[in-house]
């Protein structure tokens, strides 16, 4: 059964975690993308989206092709980390 987060920072925070494992462990870029982006399509496929944030994201992921996909799912992680900046600045 997949977790649900009703709150968009929770979630986010899920997945900054998971990224931060990546990076320690030593995944490149492109192989926390591909994971990412793998772990979208179950997502996709088995989470019903509890909150307008993750609403969006799937209507986006339903309408995107393959390379939209990849694009969305740098951009998330591309804002993860430059939200993890800013924390880390204060």
């Known amino acids: 059964m997949v977790e649900q987060f009703?709150?968009?920072?929770?979630w986010k925070?899920?997945?900054?975690?998971a990224i931060?494992?990546?990076q320690k462990i030593g995944f490149?870029?492109?192989?926390?993308v591909r994971i990412a982006r793998k772990?979208?399509?179950?997502?996709?496929?088995?989470?019903?989206?509890?909150n307008r944030e993750q609403r969006l994201i799937k209507e986006l992921w339903d309408?995107?092709?393959?390379?939209?996909?990849?694009?969305l799912t740098k951009l998330i992680i591309r804002m993860l980390k430059k939200e993890e900046e800013a924390l880390a600045e204060n």
């Open 39 to 50: 772990i979208g399509d179950l997502l996709n496929l088995h989470a019903d989206p509890e």
């Open 20 to 22: 931060e494992l990546g």
């Open 28 to 32: 490149e870029e492109e192989t926390i």
């Open 63 to 71: 309408v995107a092709g393959e390379e939209e996909q990849k694009m």
């Open 6 to 10: 009703s709150d968009w920072d929770k």
């Open 13 to 17: 925070d899920s997945l900054r975690t």
